[in-house]
């Protein structure tokens, strides 16, 4: 198993903690290059879990736009990329399990950048679930809930 993130010391000691024959690598969603090369590096793929996500809290009408979208790139764009690449490794039995959230389907004050584009993911899961289905591939979306103090 690899654990892929854009903090290299973070996947490395996500990795460590699994030990053997878990490895570490860098990547970010939002470059497409860099997905490519990550997963022609690691050659046909039985399950990818795609967990990049992250939120700017602000209301519609105090976010810059470069907030809204950089949650958008994350969240939404680079589960695109993640699924367009990792859809052409799969193997027939395989899976792609996004993380979602229950912010997917249910609003939330200062979060509309991060609703958006976990709805948008419920829906991207949807489409992919429907062109991967022939090929044998499972597509699946857990939404979760986080609680913190």
Known sequence: MTVADRNTAGARAVAADLGDPHTAATVEVT???????????????????????????????????????????????GAFIVTKYAGRLLRSGGALVSISSLNGRQPAAAMSAYCAAKAGLSMLTQVAALELAPRGIRVNAVARVVHTR
């Open 31 to 77: 470059d497409e290059e860099s997905v490519a090369t990550l997963f022609e590096q690691a050659g046909p793929l039985d399950i990818v879990v795609n967990t990049a996500g992250f939120s700017n809290v602000g209301l519609i009408m105090d976010m810059p736009v470069d907030q809204f979208r950089e949650v958008i790139d994350v969240c939404l764009t």
